[in-house]
């Protein structure tokens, strides 16, 4: 019983093989590359946007705390007792 043997020729089939795995590999790498730029572009969109929602929720939560500090002025001032005008009525 004998092992395995070995051809060392290479015939049309090896080189069409190789060729194939080189166009192969050159697709997948410029294709990911491709893929990875869209990404960092859509990565740069959502970037702003979360940058402008945030400004936004800032403001907002201003405005509230304005709102806020009018609502406990204005039950101050309802519970306070009335005080004479200066500015005496007709």
């Avoid at 406990?72 to 519970?79: F, G, S």
Wanted: glycine share 8%.
């Amino acid at each position: 019983m004998r092992g395995p043997r070995f051809d060392a020729t290479i015939n049309l089939g090896h080189v069409l093989t190789f060729i194939g795995f080189i166009l192969a590999g050159a697709g997948a790498y410029y294709g990911v590359r491709i893929d990875l730029t869209a990404i960092g572009i859509r990565l740069g969109v959502v970037e702003t946007q979360i940058s402008k929602i945030t400004e936004l929720l800032i403001t907002q939560s201003r405005q509230e705390e304005r709102i806020n500090q009018f609502e406990r002025r204005l039950e101050k001032v309802e519970r306070s007792p009335p005080q004479a005008s200066a500015f005496p009525s007709r």
